[in-house]
């Protein structure tokens, strides 16, 4: 009897018109999102290494290694291959930091400040189209699917046939299930397929479980909404009421929550701006300097150059000792400066962003969104690891570059040597690993489980008190 339930359900939404709309048009958005992002990600992989080879170029230019500590070298963010299925935060955040002796790195040059129109249309991704499209038409499936056989006396005829109402829920809940996958399951299997033939698009093992477990979480986002809505047509008596209700708890999960959460975080623990921080290191740097102006002054009044010509010599041998030891100790002083304002500034926007990441997991979408973005590796986590290995390669780039500038120091002896880059430091960054994401993800995992059986739980017990009169 089951059985025969479900092939009547998936039957009869089949046949539906609102079920070949909603299979054309998520076929269409799927194959178009994918295509989109495979562009994006093929353009970003050129720009990346015109970067490299422009940053390469640019240092072997630097005529010594004193244009080379100011001049720094630039760290360039490798676009990631997920970014086709989920774009996440990467184009609205910096791409580019510069690394030199003298300012703390930063992120500049996102696709949103190279290109502005980016920002007023947004990225339409694989997780945008599920979290938006499929969701809505989850609702649109649902809301009838018990008052709407009640207002047109099906249920009743059905039930006056002794067919259990544990069977009959479970059949239309199991049956309407699968009837929604099929508008996403089909253009996502086209889709990996495009993937996985696509001239340089290279997917590794950890890339493709990655992609599993995303359109895992894909189908368990829909399953919140698909037994939400079958939750409120239990509940009510009329399908165009349960329509209305649906309609405001979906745009409540979907816009309203995940903005509020944001607003009442920023109320409760506000933090300074970047400009203010900024402030703060520019301040101390400026100070600094003047200690530098002031020990320089000392020094030459203490050491006066020798008017014998055999003396210049080790005259000039102390002037770089000495300018080797000042130059790594104000600048040591300087990036522990910057590091603990910088400590400071992060904990509190630390503060504030679990505050309104937690307080905007009450949503779905909320959820969806950041436990895609960590399996893509494209969200707020990955960009601070990222930013955080920056700060880290910092301080071994400026040791180097201050003993490389020390040692060659020439006091008007002569043309100072070209910077050898062989022996130059180089940046590594490590991504997050898949267990690592996986653990990250379990909350969100947990709380949208934890609502399909909340709801399924209540359609359920909702469904055996229903009255089909």
């Not at 947004?122 to 809301?143: E, P, Q």
């Not at 002031?294 to 000495?322: C, D, L, S, T």
Request: glycine share 4%; net charge positive; charged share 20%.
């Amino acid at each position: 009897m089951l059985r025969d339930i479900i092939a009547k359900e998936i039957q009869d939404t089949i046949m539906s018109p609102r079920f070949i709309f909603t299979f054309l048009l998520c076929t269409i958005l799927i194959l178009l999102s994918v295509y989109t992002g495979i562009n994006s990600y093929l353009a970003e992989q050129k720009e990346y290494s015109a970067a490299i080879a422009l940053n390469k170029k640019n240092l072997e230019s630097q005529p010594n290694y004193i244009t080379l500590a100011g001049t720094g070298t630039k760290i360039n963010k490798r676009p990631v291959v997920l970014s086709t299925v989920v774009s996440g935060v990467q184009e609205a955040v910096g791409r580019v930091a510069t690394v030199n002796v003298a300012f703390d790195p930063s992120l500049v040059d996102s696709k949103y400040s190279s290109n502005p129109v980016f920002a007023v249309f947004g990225a339409l991704d694989l997780s945008f189209i599920v979290k938006i499209v499929l969701s809505l038409f989850a609702i649109l499936f649902t809301y009838d699917a018990i008052v709407g056989e009640k207002e047109r006396g099906t249920l009743k005829l059905t039930l006056s046939n002794r067919v259990p109402r544990d069977r009959l829920i479970l059949g239309k809940a199991i049956g309407g299930f699968i009837s929604l996958l099929i508008p996403l399951v089909i253009p996502l299997v086209l889709s990996l397929l495009i993937l996985l033939i696509y001239p340089n698009v290279s997917l590794s093992g950890d890339d493709w479980g990655r992609i599993g477990l995303i359109c895992v979480m894909f189908l368990i986002y829909l399953s919140v909404f698909f037994t939400l809505g079958l939750f409120v047509s239990t509940r009510t008596s009329r399908s165009s009421t349960s329509f209305l209700l649906l309609l405001f708890i979906w745009v409540t999960f979907v816009t309203i929550i995940p903005k509020a959460a944001v607003i009442v975080a920023a109320r409760i623990n506000p933090i300074p701006s970047v400009h203010e921080v900024t402030a703060q290191k520019d301040a101390y740097l400026q100070e600094i300097q003047k200690e530098s102006f002031v020990e320089q002054q000392k020094f030459f009044r203490e050491h006066p150059r020798p008017e014998k010509q055999e003396e210049i010599a080790k005259w000039n041998e102390e002037i770089r000792k000495w300018a080797e030891d000042i130059q790594q100790r104000l600048t040591a002083k300087i990036d522990e400066k910057n590091a603990a304002i910088e400590r400071d500034y992060q904990t509190k926007m630390r503060v504030q962003q679990g505050l309104a990441v937690n307080l905007s997991r009450i949503s779905p979408s909320s959820a969806l969104m950041f436990s895609c973005m960590s399996l893509a590796r494209t969200g707020i986590s990955e960009h601070d690891r990222f930013l955080n290995s920056i700060k880290t390669y910092k301080p071994i780039f400026t040791k180097w570059i201050n003993a490389k500038m020390m040692r060659t120091l020439n006091l008007g002896e002569g043309e100072q040597p070209k910077p050898e880059l062989s022996d130059m430091p180089q940046f590594e960054f490590k991504p997050e690993r898949l267990s690592e994401s996986v653990v990250r993800i379990l909350p969100d995992l947990a709380l949208m489980v934890f609502l399909i059986i909340l709801f399924f739980i209540g359609s359920y017990v909702s469904f055996l008190r229903y009255d089909v009169r």
